[in-house]
T-cell receptor, first 115, second 117 residues
Framework: DAGVIQSPRHEVTEMGQEVTLRCKPISGHNSLFWYRQTMMRGLELLIYFNNNVPIDDSGMPEDRFSAKMPNASFSTLKIQPSEPRDSAVYFC???FGQGLSYEQYFGPGTRLTVT | AQTVTQSQPEMSVQEAETVTLSCTYDTSESDYYLFWYKQPPSRQMILVIRQEAYKQQNATENRFSVNFQKAAKSFSLKISDSQLGDAAMYFCAYRTSGEGGSEKLVFGKGTKLTVNP
């Protein structure tokens, strides 16, 4: 299996621009997670989906952030408009099962820089 | 809300020796899971070891083992026979296992491990 695929790996954009991050989970997995990693706040969950339905979006910082999962094999995280404080590494992870000691498989991350 | 604390921002160890990374957590739940993740410079997050709170036996994976003290809410990672490839950031993480509970992982701030040749 190719693992969790994220694109792009690096993104540099100017403040005010729209940014879209993409994720393809491992085939057969039914949960998908978006995490953000910064030096100040560490790793924190933004939102997660189960069977394509958003379950917990309490970590989404504000209305500028939105996430979708139109089908089981694709998800997007959009920031509009972007701000310098959004600069971070964004990870997508996927897993199968619930209520068991399962593993979340992480993608390689997207490093976002907003200038 | 659950919190995870890693009190050692950085640690170092000599190659072939043993090192222990500390982690404490705060929760009111009785059933949950604990994990250690490794993040090398490539930034890929790799699961090292996991522990179910209901299990008294400490988890072991080759050179990696944990010391799980449920009453003290402590979950330390021991790396034996350290190798240069063990150099990385290590994150402790918590997840509830309650029915209907969130699947999200709550991470500590991490410990940067340096392995000296």
């Amino acid at each position: 299996d190719a693992g969790v695929i994220q694109s792009p790996r690096h993104e540099v954009t100017e403040m005010g621009q729209e940014v879209t991050l993409r994720c393809k989970p491992i085939s057969g997995h039914n949960s998908l997670f978006w995490y953000r990693q910064t030096m100040m706040r560490g790793l924190e969950l933004l939102i997660y989906f189960n069977n394509n339905v958003p379950i917990d979006d309490s970590g989404m910082p504000e209305d500028r952030f939105s996430a979708k999962m139109p089908n089981a094999s694709f998800s997007t995280l959009k920031i509009q408009p972007s701000e310098p404080r959004d600069s971070a590494v964004y990870f997508c992870a996927s897993s199968f099962g619930q209520g068991l000691s399962y593993e979340q498989y992480f993608g390689p991350g997207t490093r976002l820089t907003v200038t | 809300a659950q919190t995870v604390t890693q009190s050692q921002p950085e640690m170092s160890v000599q190659e072939a020796e043993t090192v222990t990374l500390s982690c404490t957590y705060d929760t009111s739940e009785s059933d949950y899971y604990l994990f250690w993740y490794k993040q090398p410079p490539s930034r890929q997050m790799i699961l090292v070891i996991r522990q179910e709170a209901y299990k008294q036996q400490n988890a072991t994976e080759n050179r990696f083992s944990v010391n799980f003290q449920k009453a003290a809410k402590s979950f330390s990672l021991k790396i034996s026979d350290s190798q240069l490839g063990d150099a990385a950031m290590y994150f402790c993480a918590y997840r509830t296992s309650g029915e209907g509970g969130s699947e999200k992982l709550v991470f500590g701030k991490g410990t940067k491990l340096t392995v000296n040749p």
